[in-house]
């Protein structure tokens, strides 16, 4: 590539940085308070654990269907332009809501148009890219900065005038994404009968599978470690300017994983930083557990990212690779309803059950082992795989 289309390149993907930086601004400025908001309209934690197992449940299922209807119709940008200003109908509604039922509506109908945002992002990006994906990494991690920024500040919003301002910041960020998105170049390509013949290829690849698999137990950790942060914050008498700090510190984690994730995936492979992922999802959960006051609760968030950030730069990376030609927004989606899922959904659900029955560090404890057991039967099922493999050509030399 000449220094004419370097220069070309850089500018094209001013875009994509500022879509990264205002999209996760405005998740990072709403989701980890609507759990306090939940708290606030008086529901229970089991109550709360099925409203935020509800958009994990509904991604399982949209960001798929979304993304194979952007991939089979090539209108990604109207589709995420419509995803993104259905959400911010829905949560202008959701900032009234206070009743379970009604609550519980609108969250699940936010969800499905949402679900298919960041595959749809992710998937623009990584064309966009071209032969330069392994740079999605430095891309991604404005994004990161975007959550840092907004949460502390928010945080002190909501602490000082009180929980309308996560709503009101999550608008005005959410807003500035939506104009972005109608700025990036639209997809000219038409699959045909190809969609069918990736969408077969997906379904019955091996490794496709047990990537998902990893996915899933990685999305379940993540659920659990993040969902019920802030009320376990809470019980620990932290202030919300805390719970913002916590966000911020996560985040600088991020960083240093995301810009050299594309050497980490070079040097270990995307599945097996995948699995170096879920064995820091497992020691972070532990860690909360001990936990006697809110604050060490900043350092212990400096394993974010070498759980989360490690784990979906990989995955997004791996997905990149291996979907077909013209089937990204559907692998992305894939992936994305494994993780964000089927996964979170089930993290979500039993971190509810756990944390009103056993208290919530017993409930870190609890998904703490559970990580770590995850990471040892992958680590068993990949050696006696091996071993298969090494028999069989063993005997055929016979």
């Given at each position: 590539m000449n220094?004419?289309?370097?220069s070309?390149?850089?500018r094209?993907?001013i875009?994509p940085?500022?879509?990264?930086f ?6 990072a400025?709403?989701?980890p308070?609507l ?5 606030s ?7 709360i ?13 949209s960001?798929p ?41 609108l ?5 499905f148009?949402l ?6 992002i ?7 890219l071209?032969?330069?994906k ?11 900065l975007g ?6 500040v928010?945080?002190w919003?909501?602490?000082?005038y ?5 709503f ?9 994404t939506?104009?972005?998105?109608l700025?990036?170049?639209a ?5 045909g ?30 659920a ?21 700090l ?5 985040t ?13 995936i ?5 599945r ?5 992922g ?9 860690a ?20 989360f950030?490690?784990?979906w ?35 979500s659900?039993f ?6 029955s056993?208290?919530?560090a017993?409930?870190?404890?609890w ?7 995850g990471?040892?039967l ?6 006696k795989?091996?071993n ?5 050509a ?5």
């Amino acid at each position: 590539m000449n220094d004419r289309q370097d220069s070309r390149l850089k500018r094209k993907l001013i875009l994509p940085k500022i879509m990264y930086f205002f999209y996760y601004g405005a998740a990072a400025a709403l989701i980890p308070f609507l759990v306090i908001y939940y708290r606030s309209v008086g529901l229970p934690e089991n109550s709360i654990g099925v409203l935020t197992a509800i958009p994990p449940l509904l991604t399982l299922f949209s960001a798929p269907l979304w993304g194979g209807l952007a991939d089979a119709t090539q209108q990604h940008r109207r589709l995420l332009a419509l995803s993104i200003a259905a959400s911010l109908v829905i949560v202008l509604a959701l900032s009234f809501a206070q009743e379970f039922l009604l609550l519980a509506l609108l969250v699940a109908i936010h969800a499905f148009f949402l679900a298919p945002a960041v595959p749809f992002i992710d998937s623009m990006v990584l064309e966009l890219l071209g032969d330069r994906k392994y740079q999605y990494g430095r891309l991604r991690l404005w994004g990161a900065l975007g959550w840092g920024m907004a949460a502390p500040v928010v945080g002190w919003l909501a602490e000082r005038y009180g929980l309308k301002w996560p709503f009101l910041g999550y608008l005005a960020l959410m807003a500035v994404t939506l104009m972005a998105t109608l700025r990036m170049p639209a997809s000219r390509a038409s699959l045909g009968n190809q969609f069918w013949k990736g969408m077969r290829f997906l379904a019955v690849n091996r490794q496709w599978s047990l990537f998902l698999a990893l996915a899933l137990l990685g999305g379940t950790s993540m659920a659990v470690t993040g969902n019920f942060l802030f009320l376990y914050v809470n019980d620990l008498d932290g202030s919300r300017t805390l719970m913002g700090l916590a966000l911020t510190f996560a985040t600088l984690s991020e960083l240093p994983i995301l810009f050299f994730s594309d050497r980490l995936i070079i040097q270990f492979g995307a599945r097996n930083v995948l699995v170096l992922g879920l064995m820091f999802f497992g020691i972070r959960s532990l860690a909360y557990s001990f936990l006697g006051n809110a604050w060490p609760i900043l350092l212990i968030q400096l394993l974010h990212g070498p759980s989360f950030a490690a784990m979906w730069a990989a995955g997004v990376s791996y997905a990149g690779e291996i979907a077909p030609k013209g089937m990204g927004a559907t692998a992305q989606g894939m992936f994305g309803a494994a993780f964000m899922g089927l996964g979170a959904a089930v993290g979500s659900l039993f971190g509810g059950v756990l944390y009103n029955s056993i208290g919530g560090a017993m409930m870190y404890r609890w998904a703490g082992f559970t990580a770590l057991m995850g990471v040892l039967l992958y680590l068993l099922a990949k050696r006696k795989s091996m071993n298969l493999v090494t028999v069989t050509a063993e005997e055929q030399r016979m």
